[in-house]
């Protein structure tokens, strides 16, 4: 028994950090099963010289959903000792663990090494990559490391984030990653000015043969006559890719006189306005310009769009940058453009294979070459490293991420503002899903937001992720998340539509309401059915908590805290006492109740939270109360 009672202390602690930790924006409290013959020894247990000190208070721990996990494994382990546990010792591997495989700057890495234990291992092979990463939590990389899928496969779950230390993406696997649950971060601004600047800097001196003339320098020579160059002024640069980098080299060509184009499909055409840029075609940016600067993400779609076709399309003569990805640029076909003279010279800072072997466009004497130094400045490498840093602890944490990039996008403001009802809008999900009769396959959901906005200016996507998330969740073997949850609904059939209804509420406040709506099952709780027979529950954010404000027809008001029980009863007096009484005798305590009816002496729906999970005798007393004509239990 001495082991047995070691074991329970350990899971009294995890149940302590979990009913106390600060909830997240993005996720319920840790809920922690106790054995039943637990409950009368938690007061003693936990009062007595077991109770947690200050410093190990879930205010004061980085990362409490992490340490639940490591903490109940230890308590799963066979060889765990008789002895009551240390706490010292029971936490002091509970931070999760952070492996970096290639070098981040030492400002990040600080950071990183104040919340988790970093393993920084360069230069890892495949193999010893997918050897290490079943022991991590977070994964960050740059360019040099593919994370593919058997890496994910070879994480066995435990994978929670990937940062990428820079924009480009290509070398991680998405798909698996999503499949995975994995989130994948990036750093898509630090280096953004040292990009700009590395791509202009190219442009001149390319234009002026200043890597050129300088070898010719060195090797003795003075050949003033063979490298004359070009002006930059007035002459037509074409951006392909107007995003961040794209804008800042846009700006920076302008101040240098030239006349300044761009081509992206997704580019809001008034910022392009704002900096003087005239958006066009593909086809017509790259047969008027006489410099092309590309800046476009490698995609299936990007991949070696500059070919031997687009090429013959050029102004013979032009000039290419590329500090983008090599992958968009076809090497063969930029090779024979610049032996015909369609390209008279290219600026190289990116390849398809790097480090680049044997390229003969590397030595080709019109090409100028560096070895992928666009974000390559002291500034931005410390910059990239913070931003990764704080997106990959703050992922860990549970944070709501704007660099995800399997995850919805939502920038920073949307997501501050829509914090409130992401739990609310997961809660909702959870307590529909367990409305649903057994064997009732769930194939069609529709979610109506309630609002005084315009539907234009209401991102919900985040929301119906999440939504999402708490509808499959508990119906699925896998491991769900923000990340996975869309991809999982499609492999299970799962259709989810969403509707957006004009309330008379605040301007100011986001949402009024979210209303989930199942049909075509069969409901265990008859009284959660419309009138249109779909299982229907409301919800709104009140003092900045979720709460359930209708179920079915039946109007109710109560938090979405901790678990739930719905009873419909004959509307009588002395009905609230006999359920609350009932729960209070069985140590069952109450959180929030309120009461739902049609018409005065009718139907009622009483609605009660619960901190704990009645037993099946308490249950069965409050189902035998004559005037309780149906009732469920629901775990949130």
């Known amino acids: 028994m001495k082991k047995e009672e070691t074991r329970l202390k350990i899971l009294l602690i995890s149940a302590m950090i979990a009913s106390t930790a600060p909830s ?48 109940l494994k230890t308590a799963d382990s066979p060889n765990l000792s008789s002895t009551a546990p240390n706490l010292d010792s029971l936490f002091a591997n509970s931070k999760p663990t952070i492996l970096v495989s290639e070098k981040l700057g030492d400002a990040g890495l600080d950071l990183l090494k104040s919340f988790a234990n970093v393993d920084c291992s360069y230069n890892l092979s495949p193999e010893d990559l997918c050897s290490k990463i079943s022991m991590c939590d977070a994964l960050i990389v740059r360019s040099g490391t593919k994370v593919n899928r058997q890496v994910f496969e070879a994480a066995k779950g435990r994978l929670k984030v990937v940062g990428r230390a ?17 989130l994948v971060v990036n750093a898509p601004t630090a280096n953004t ?32 006559s063979k490298y004359v160059g070009v002006s930059m002024v007035g002459k037509t640069l074409a951006i392909m890719g107007f995003g961040k980098v794209g804008s800042e080299v846009a700006r920076r060509a302008k101040g240098l006189g030239m006349h300044v184009v761009a081509h992206d499909p997704y580019a809001p055409a008034d910022r392009a306005r704002a900096i003087g840029v005239e958006l066009i075609s593909f086809d017509q ?38 500090v983008a990805r090599g992958g968009v640029i076809d090497e063969d ?78 920038p920073p403001e949307v997501l501050s503002e829509l914090a409130p009802y992401v739990a609310l809008a997961e809660k909702l999900g959870r307590l529909a899903v367990q409305l649903v009769a057994g064997g009732s396959g769930i194939k069609s959901v529709k979610v109506v937001y309630r609002s005084a ?10 929301l119906r992720a999440m939504i999402t998330k708490g509808i499959i969740e508990p119906i699925s073997d896998s491991i769900i998340n923000l990340v996975n949850a869309d991809f999982i609904a499609k492999q299970k059939g799962l259709r989810i539509s969403e509707e957006r209804v004009f309330a008379n509420s605040s301007p100011g406040c986001p949402l009024d309401s979210i209303t989930v709506q199942i049909s075509n099952v069969k409901s265990k709780f008859a009284s959660a059915l ?16 979720p709460h359930l404000t209708r179920v079915g027809s039946f109007g109710v008001d109560v938090s979405l805290e901790g678990n739930l029980i719905l009873c419909r ?16 005798e069985n140590n069952v305590n109450v959180s929030f109740m309120s009461v739902g009816r049609t018409f005065r002496g009718k139907k009622a729906i009483m609605a009660i939270g619960v901190d704990e999970e009645p037993d099946k005798n308490t249950l069965k007393k409050i189902g035998d109360v004559p005037a309780v004509e149906e009732f469920v239990f629901l775990g949130l």
Not at 26 to 37: A, D, F, G
Not at 45 to 58: A, G, T
Not at 300 to 314: C, H, I
Not at 530 to 545: A, F, L, T, W
């Open 166 to 182: 820079g924009v480009g993406i290509d070398n991680v696997d998405l798909q698996a990653a999503t499949e995975f649950g994995c």
């Open 530 to 545: 419309s009138d249109n027979d779909e299982i229907s529950v409301e919800g709104r954010v009140k003092y900045g908590m």
């Open 569 to 584: 009863q004959v509307d009588q007096p002395g009905m609230i006492g006999m359920v609350g009484g009932i729960l209070g």
């Open 285 to 322: 940016a790259i047969s008027t310009a006489d410099f092309i600067s590309l800046h476009m993400p490698l995609t299936p779609t990007t991949s070696k769009v500059f070919n031997d076709e687009t090429f013959s399309k050029m102004k013979k003569g032009v000039r290419i940058i590329n």
């Open 333 to 410: 076909a930029l090779l024979k453009a610049l032996d015909s003279g369609v390209v008279a010279q290219a600026a190289l800072d990116v390849f398809t294979e790097e480090p680049p072997k044997d390229s003969k466009l590397v030595h080709h004497e019109n090409v100028t070459a560096t070895p992928h130094l666009g974000a390559s400045t002291k500034e931005a490498q410390e910059g990239v490293a913070v931003e990764i840093a704080e997106a990959v602890v703050g992922a860990l944490q549970g944070e709501l991420s704007a660099t995800a990039v399997n995850a919805p996008m939502v």
């Open 453 to 462: 906005r315009d539907p234009d200016d209401l991102d919900t996507r985040l």
């Open 24 to 71: 997240s924006s993005s996720s319920s409290k840790s809920v922690i099963n106790l054995p039943t013959y637990a409950t009368p020894f938690k007061s003693s247990f936990l009062s007595s010289s077991f109770s947690i000190p200050p410093r190990f208070s879930p205010s004061a721990l980085q990362f409490p959903s992490l340490i639940i996990k490591n903490v």
């Open 193 to 224: 000015i040292a990009a700009a600047e590395h791509a202009i800097a190219l442009l001149s001196a390319m234009a002026r043969n200043v890597a050129q003339a300088d070898a010719s320098m060195k090797a003795g020579k003075w050949q003033r």
